[in-house]
């Protein structure tokens, strides 16, 4: 029985750990693609604010439990990428140079 407890409770933490992290990297892709700066920084903050609600739920039902740091430190750096303070790496820049490398 413990099994099968612990078999859906690795489930249900990775399907929550997708849902979050797919809802992060919404902004971060939209800054990869040049979108607005101004549409980035919203879609960053509601991402944020959709991934506290989701690690809050979480935390609640107890499917979270020391994972929540990695899920806040994922959260800061995409408020950060998104606002403009940090600047992500350009995946098209790095891919340029790979190319130019061959």
């Keep these: 029985m413990s099994e099968q407890k612990s078999k859906s409770t690795i489930g249900r933490k990775f ?3 997708m849902m979050i992290f797919l809802v992060l ?3 971060l892709v939209m800054d ?3 979108v607005d700066r101004d549409t980035v920084k919203w879609a960053g903050r509601i ?3 959709i991934t506290v609600l989701l690690s809050v739920y979480g935390l609640m039902t107890k499917v979270f439990k020391t994972f929540i740091y990695v899920i806040l430190g994922l959260v800061g750096l995409t408020f950060l990428v998104s606002e ?3 600047e992500a ?3 098209t820049a790095w891919s340029a140079e790979r190319k130019g490398d061959k």
């Design 25 to 27: 990297l919404v902004p």
């Design 32 to 34: 990869q693609a040049a």
């Design 89 to 91: 790496p350009r995946v």
């Design 47 to 49: 991402a944020a604010i």
């Design 15 to 17: 399907k929550l750990f």
């Design 84 to 86: 403009g303070y940090v």
